[in-house]
């Protein structure tokens, strides 16, 4: 089984930062793409950023957040710069594992539990 396991979320005044971590534990093999999605009260959940091949991020966040990786560790990480209350949200991690169970590889999704990131003065 994989794990992931986010942290960093909290409170935070508009114009703040936050780095948001997700660590990714059990039987892997490879990690092929990690991301980041969040959902806001009443909302879908929406993409925030994702790495794999490159990089690639929403509209709505580009120049103020940074995704980025620490393959050794099977951890992403999210860099949050000059927060909006419209920033508030669950943020769940992803990634797209494969595990080996010494006969086949397999690939698969997995969530994180998400942790809450709120903006508010």
């Known amino acids: 089984q994989v794990q992931l396991v986010e942290s960093g979320g909290g409170l935070v005044q508009p114009g703040g930062s936050l780095r948001l971590s997700c660590a990714a534990s059990g039987s892997i093999s490879s990690i092929v793409a990690m991301g980041w999605y969040r959902q806001a009260p009443g909302k879908g959940r929406e993409l925030v950023a994702t790495s794999g091949a490159g990089t690639n991020y929403a509209d709505s966040v580009k120049g103020r957040f940074t995704i980025s990786r620490d393959n050794a560790k099977n951890t992403v990480y999210l860099e949050m710069s000059s927060l909006k209350p419209d920033d508030t949200a669950v943020y769940y991690c992803?990634?797209?594992?494969?595990?080996?169970?010494?006969?086949?590889?397999?690939?698969?999704?997995?969530w994180g539990q998400g942790t809450q990131v709120t903006v508010s003065s």
């Open positions: 992803d990634a797209d594992v494969t595990t080996y169970n010494g006969r086949n590889y397999h690939t698969a999704r997995y």
